[in-house]
């Protein structure tokens, strides 16, 4: 069982930044941040494995970054640049299987946060 605490998030406006923080009982080889916009699916944003490796939504490229301290267990989302379209619930999320490489696929991720607001206003 992993249990996913997050933090962070709110309101701010276009262009501006905001950081995501989700603490974990413990890490899993892939990690991730999805986030749902009202009347929208949920979407991957990003995801990281355990070696580094990050993957990006195009949407998002350039603008957000995700990183992990290990020594806090801890997951953040680093969001730069926000627009108006970046508004929705995030989540942080954890794969629980080690398949060497993450996946987008919402629904291979096993636990979730309890999910955080952004809104971005113009």
């Known amino acids: 069982q992993v249990q996913l605490m997050q933090s962070g998030g709110g309101s701010v406006q276009v262009g501006g930044s905001l950081r995501l923080s989700c603490a974990a009982s413990r890490f899993t080889y892939c990690m991730g941040w999805f986030r749902q916009a009202p009347g929208k699916e949920r979407e991957g944003v990003a995801v990281?494995?355990?070696?580094?490796?990050?993957m990006y939504a195009d949407s998002v490229k350039g603008r957000f970054t995700i990183s992990q301290d290990n020594a806090k267990r801890t997951l953040y989302l680093q969001m730069n640049s926000l627009k108006p379209e970046d508004t929705a619930m995030y989540y942080c999320a954890a794969d629980k299987t080690n398949r060497g490489y993450c996946v987008w696929a919402e629904n291979v991720y096993n636990y979730w946060g309890q999910g955080t607001q952004v809104t971005v206003s113009s």
């Open positions: 990281m494995d355990s070696d580094g490796m990050t």
